[in-house]
C-alpha cells in the first residue's frame, strides 16, 4: 500500500477503529486518519470507533465525533484498524470489521500476523501514527491531522526517549511540528499533566512496589476494591509502568490490574535485555520489545511468578543471571 488515498476506492463510508483500552498512539492514530481523510475525500462519510479514552485527548479535533458504542449496527464499505495487533484486539467493535467491505489494518506491532485483507505493518516504527504520515500525501496534512499524529508518537515514544525512536521518527516529528502545532503543549497536556487521583494512586503503587529478582525487575499491582476505593478508571493508570520502569537498576517492570475477581491486565515494560513481547505472546497477549501487555489469572503472587519464570530464562540467556 503506497498511499492511503489508493485503498479508498468507491467507498462512500468508513469506520476506523482502534484496539482496546486505548492509549495516546491509538487515539492520535485514529482521529488523526479521520482528519486527513475529511481534507483528502470530504465526500466520504467517516465514524471513529473507540472505547473510552483519556479526557486530555479531547481537545483533537474530532474526538467529540468518536463513537463509545458498538450497538448502531451500520455495515460499512471500509474498515480500517490502526495501531491493532490482532482482530480481538478490537473489543466489541469487531463486528464492523467482519461485516465491512473491505478491511484494512495499518500498524506497527511486531506481533501483529496480518488479520486484515490489506496489511501494512511496520514493526521498525516508533507508532502507528508515524506509519500513517507515511502513508499520506503532505498536501493534506493541516494542524488538525499533525497534532494527532505529533502526540500519538511522543507517547508511544516517550517523548522521544524509547529505544524504538529512530532518526526517521524525528525527522517527521519536525515535519509535523513544520505545520504549526503547539507541540509542547501537546507533551504537557497529553503526557506529563495528571489529576489529583492519578497522582494518589500514582504514589500508593510506587509504595506498595516489590523489587525482586536482586532487584534486576519490579511488580505492583492495583486490585479491584483499589481502583472502587478511588473511583478510579482505567485511564488514571497511566504512566504507573513507566515510573516503575526507570527505577534505578530495573531491568524489567510489570504492573497489574485487576479487572475482575483474579483477572489481571499485565502491562511490561523492559530497558535493554528483556523481549517482553515474547512473554505477551506466550500468554495470549502482544506488544513491542520493550512494552508488551497481555491478560492472566490467578493470584498476583501466582502471575508474577509465571511471567518471573520467562523473565530470568531472558536475564540468563542474556548473562545477568
Not at 506498595?208 to 532487584?215: I, K
Request: aromatic content about 8%; overall charge negative; glycine content about 8%.
Amino acid at each position: 500500500m503506497k498511499k492511503i488515498k489508493e485503498i479508498l476506492g468507491d467507498a462512500k463510508n468508513a469506520a476506523i477503529l482502534g484496539h482496546v483500552r486505548p492509549d495516546g498512539d491509538c487515539v492520535g492514530a485514529c482521529l488523526g486518519l479521520k482528519n486527513y481523510l475529511a481534507n483528502l475525500a470530504p465526500e466520504l462519510v467517516v465514524q471513529v470507533y473507540l472505547e473510552e479514552f483519556p479526557e486530555a485527548f479531547s481537545f483533537l479535533k474530532g474526538a467529540e465525533e468518536v463513537s463509545h458504542d458498538a450497538s448502531d449496527g451500520t455495515v460499512y464499505d471500509l474498515c480500517i484498524a490502526v495501531d491493532t495487533s490482532d482482530k480481538e484486539r478490537l473489543g466489541s467493535f469487531v463486528p464492523y470489521f467482519d461485516h465491512a467491505g473491505k478491511t484494512v489494518c495499518i500498524d506497527h506491532h511486531v506481533t501483529n500476523q496480518g488479520f486484515a485483507e490489506i496489511s501494512h505493518v511496520c514493526p521498525d516504527a516508533s507508532a502507528a501514527s508515524e506509519v500513517l504520515y507515511t502513508l499520506m500525501d503532505d498536501q493534506w496534512i493541516d494542524s488538525s491531522v499533525a497534532e494527532c499524529l505529533y502526540m500519538g508518537i511522543v507517547h508511544d515514544t516517550g517523548v522521544f526517549k524509547h529505544s524504538n525512536t529512530s532518526g526517521e521518527t524525528m525527522r517527521i516529528a519536525g515535519r509535523l511540528m513544520e505545520k504549526g502545532i503547539s507541540f509542547s503543549e501537546i507533551i504537557d497536556r497529553t503526557f506529563y499533566e495528571k489529576t489529583y487521583r492519578q497522582n494518589q494512586i500514582l504514589g500508593r503503587m510506587l509504595t506498595e512496589s516489590v523489587l525482586f529478582m536482586d532487584g534486576l525487575c519490579i511488580f505492583a499491582a492495583v486490585r479491584k476494591k483499589n481502583m472502587d476505593f478511588y473511583q478510579a478508571k482505567a485511564k488514571d493508570l497511566e504512566g504507573i509502568i513507566d515510573q516503575l520502569r526507570v527505577t534505578k537498576g530495573v531491568e524489567c517492570a510489570i504492573f497489574l490490574c485487576e479487572t475482575s475477581p483474579q483477572v489481571y491486565k499485565v502491562s511490561m515494560r523492559s530497558n535493554q535485555t528483556v523481549d517482553v513481547s515474547r512473554i505477551a505472546s506466550f500468554f495470549g497477549g502482544g506488544g513491542h520489545v520493550r512494552a508488551a501487555g497481555c491478560t492472566m489469572a490467578g493470584s498476583v503472587h501466582d502471575v508474577v511468578n509465571n511471567l518471573s519464570e520467562h523473565i530470568e530464562r531472558q536475564l540468563i540467556e542474556a548473562g545477568l543471571r
